[in-house]
Structures are given as C-alpha cells and as structure tokens.
Nanobody, 127 residues
Framework: QVQLEESGGGLVQAGGSLRLSCAAS????????MGWFRQAPGKEREFVAA????????YYADSVQGRFTISSHDAKNTVYLQMNSLKPEDTAVYYC????????????????????WGQGTQVTVSS
C-alpha cells in the first residue's frame, strides 16, 4: 500500500525559506510522477510543482517559478520542495501526491489525476 508522509512545514516570516519533504513507501516509484499541491482556507487545492521520478523532469506553477525547487532523492524515496522568498500568499496546507504514469495520459497540474495523497503539512508565512 502506497503511503506518503509530508513534513517540514511551519511558521516563517516573509522572505524566509522552508524545505518540505515527502517520504514515499509501499512500492517502487520509478514509474511515478510526484506533485506538490497546496490548499488555502476557502480555496481549491492548486498545483505547485511536479517531478517525474527517475527522469528528473520538473514542472512549476507560474506563481512559484524561480522561488521553489522540487527535487527527489531516489535512494530515500523522498521528494523535496525547497521554498525560498516566501510570501504571505504562500500560506496553505501543502500536500504531496503520487501518480503512476503507466496509467495513460495525465495532466500533472490536475489534482484529480493523482492516485495517492499524504495528510498535508501546514505552511504559514507572516508579513
């Protein structure tokens, strides 16, 4: 059974940095895409960044391009989201999702195309 566990959230001042981790377990993830999404109160879950595991291809939302970096550590089965120059509008619960890319065409920005989710980690950026 696939399990995803996020960690690394917290409270930070605007302009600061945080690194989120998503530890994946339960199977080999070499054929998976991993995505970071976030959900602020009263808003829908939105795409932040994605990485194609084993290929290393990365994708970003325009709102975080140049500030956030997604990466993976294959041996640790862990995906990271390095967040720099944080803004109050980055405040949200951040979720890690996994998608088996062998299941056909998918849109890495679409939360409904992901098969598994973690429980989320809160990120709060104060002004």
């Amino acid at each position: 059974q696939v399990q995803l566990e996020e960690s690394g959230g917290g409270l930070v001042q605007a302009g600061g940095s945080l690194r989120l981790s998503c530890a994946a377990s339960g199977r080999s993830f070499s054929n998976y895409a991993m995505g970071w999404f976030r959900q602020a109160p009263g808003k829908e879950r939105e795409f932040v960044a994605a990485i194609r595991w084993s290929l290393g291809s990365t994708y970003y939302a325009d709102s975080v391009q140049g500030r956030f970096t997604i990466s993976s550590h294959d041996a640790k089965n862990t995906v990271y989201l390095q967040m720099n120059s944080l803004k109050p509008e980055d405040t949200a619960v951040y979720y890690c999702g996994a998608r088996d890319v062998r299941g056909g065409r998918y849109d890495y920005t679409n939360r409904y195309d992901y098969d598994y989710w973690g429980q989320g980690t809160q990120v709060t950026v104060s002004s």
